[in-house]
């Protein structure tokens, strides 16, 4: 940018610098505000219309920019991809829109690691995230409560209020239809980051400027994709399933292994709903696909 515009590169790097942190403070409280328990609900709603995911508010993951080595940072940004990152740890609602970021960790941390540290998963420890009380999933014979909860991979703990899928080395059938109802949820978040990259070409290479520039242009880029998708952005539309009309019979595996141990309240969680993905109200016709 010093030669496009004939300015030295101090004077570019505060511009920049200036730049992205006042359209982090102007644009955030709008447009990337804390959401309170309307808005949790509203975005439940939205996943359960588009993606067939009940009580769902948000999908999780991190991702994971180029950057030039920091100076004294050593293999600190280092990761196993042999490259050096900084790490985006962002939720992310049905639309693609981020919910709640988190920039600045180190590339070398896992993405379990971060999300540990970071403020929602602080904030998700401590119940002070505003989510909405317990509710029936929708058209379910249970009148049990069912709680709120973010969808994310297999790198992140399972959590009362963290959905993630079971691990490979023991699916049957029917955890084989849970994994896959999860992976459409998850697809926002992974399509959130791939708009976010091919609006702002700057991270399809390495980042080089200080850590706090870096910082404030990733959260500044996040900021301004919410306000280019609520503008100008084309939302989905979703597809309706008469599930009612669907008489098939789910033939599951039975399962004769003993119990160990008793499930914890998130094993729990995640086995109420695999088993509310296999009835009527619950399921979807394709997703038997996922088993043939």
């Known amino acids: 940018m010093t030669y496009h515009f004939m300015r030295g590169l101090t004077t570019i790097s505060t511009i920049i610098s200036n730049t992205t942190e006042n359209i982090w403070n102007v644009l955030q409280p709008k447009y990337l505000d804390s959401p309170l328990q309307e808005k949790w609900l509203q975005i439940s709603d939205r996943f359960f219309e588009l993606w067939n995911i009940p009580n769902c508010v948000g999908t999780i993951d991190g991702k994971h920019f180029r950057i030039k080595c920091l100076p004294n940072t050593g293999s600190t940004y280092f990761n196993y991809k042999g490259y050096i990152f900084i790490v985006l740890m962002a939720c992310v609602d049905a639309d693609g829109l981020f919910t709640t970021i988190d920039v600045g960790e180190v590339g070398r941390n896992s993405d379990g690691a971060v999300f540990r540290t970071s403020n929602l998963g602080r904030a998700l420890n401590l119940d002070i995230l505003q989510l909405p ?13 069912f709680p709120f909860y973010f969808v994310a991979d297999e790198a992140f ?21 849970f994994n896959y109802r999860l992976s459409r949820g998850r697809k926002s978040v992974k399509c959130a980051f791939g708009m976010l990259v091919s609006k702002f070409r700057l991270f399809e290479g390495p980042i080089c400027c200080k850590e706090e520039t870096i910082n404030n242009i990733i959260k500044a880029a996040c900021v301004l994709h919410n306000y280019i998708r609520i503008k100008q952005g084309i939302f989905s539309h979703s597809k309706i399933f008469d599930t009612q009309q669907e008489n098939r019979q789910v ?25 509310y993905f296999m009835t009527p109200a619950g399921s979807i016709p394709y997703q038997w696909n996922t088993i043939i």
């Open 157 to 177: 703990p399972l959590t009362k209020y963290l959905m993630r899928p079971y691990p490979k080395r023991s699916l049957d059938n029917k955890k084989r239809v």
């Open 251 to 275: 033939q599951t595996q039975q399962n004769h292994e003993r119990q160990v141990r008793s499930l914890s309240e998130a094993q729990q969680n995640r086995e109420k709903l695999c088993e």
């Open 133 to 145: 009380p317990p509710r029936p999933l929708p058209s379910s014979n249970n009148e049990n409560n």
